[in-house]
């Protein structure tokens, strides 16, 4: 397989994702997906991917994005069984650890640079780093592309998209969350890196399961922010 040819593709992919998994308080948020989702659906890697595709684009055609948007937050935002958005809260359970600064180090030796003005999470957030692969491989910067989704990417992606398939909240972005796993799985040979092993029986805390343990925390470190902002 000739990996240069796919290399434009992945870059979209990358960015779609990306973009689906990133907050934003502009009404634009989501303009392009449905172009996106067109071209994806266009140089499909998996064949098995199409009902997907058909599913997200009916569900733009019929409801332009607020249905999308309305999802994001109940999957997200809310107070209630919110996912965690960062490598560092998925790996380790809690803000700014070492996937925090594997993604500095890496975007130090890189151009780019976060524009904190429009983008609100930090740098190990999921949708952040699924934009910088998009940006390292549409700009040839392959060295960075396959640390970053060595080192970040790959050791905490599976868990992130089983929470997000698995929530109940989840519809549009279960089939979303189907379309990354099978896209992972493709970086995985393009990268030459296997999955990590899963532990069976992770317990952290009081005898929960590491997922849940994850949604707690998140929940508590939201309740805690609010407070401190004087909201009731």
């Known amino acids: 397989m000739?990996?240069?040819?796919?290399?434009l593709a992945r870059s979209l992919y990358y960015q779609c994702l990306g973009e689906f998994f990133t907050f934003s308080f502009s009404q634009e948020r989501f303009k392009n997906v449905k172009n996106y989702l067109s071209l994806m659906k266009e140089c499909l890697f998996d064949e098995s991917l199409a009902e997907n595709f058909d599913t997200l684009l009916e569900s733009l055609?019929?409801?332009?994005?607020?249905?999308?948007?309305?999802?994001?937050?109940?999957?997200?935002?809310?107070?209630?069984?919110?996912?965690?958005?960062?490598?560092?809260?998925?790996?380790?359970?809690?803000?700014?650890?070492?996937?925090?600064?594997?993604?500095r180090q890496i975007l130090a030796r890189s151009k780019?640079?976060?524009?904190?003005?429009?983008?609100?999470?930090?740098?190990?957030s999921v949708?952040?780093?699924?934009?910088?692969?998009?940006?390292?491989?549409r700009t040839d910067e392959l060295k960075l592309a396959k640390e970053l989704f060595e080192n970040v990417i790959n050791k905490g992606i599976d868990e992130f998209l089983e929470l997000v398939f698995t929530h109940t909240d989840s519809?549009?972005?279960?089939?979303?969350?189907?379309?990354?796993?099978k896209f992972i799985e493709f970086e995985r040979f393009c990268f030459e890196l296997n999955k990590p092993l899963k532990t069976n029986a992770k317990k952290v805390q009081n005898d929960l399961s590491r997922s849940e343990f994850l949604r707690r925390e998140a929940n508590k470190q939201r309740r805690n922010r609010e407070k401190s902002q004087g909201i009731s």
């Open 2 to 7: 000739n990996l240069e040819e796919f290399k």
């Open 61 to 103: 055609e019929e409801n332009s994005t607020q249905t999308l948007a309305k999802e994001y937050e109940l999957l997200f935002l809310s107070l209630k069984n919110a996912i965690p958005t960062t490598f560092s809260y998925i790996e380790e359970g809690f803000e700014n650890s070492k996937a925090l600064l594997c993604v």
């Open 112 to 124: 780019i640079r976060r524009n904190e003005t429009l983008f609100k999470e930090s740098e190990d």
């Open 127 to 137: 949708g952040f780093c699924f934009l910088l692969m998009s940006e390292f491989l």
């Open 171 to 181: 519809k549009l972005y279960k089939e979303i969350s189907s379309i990354a796993m």
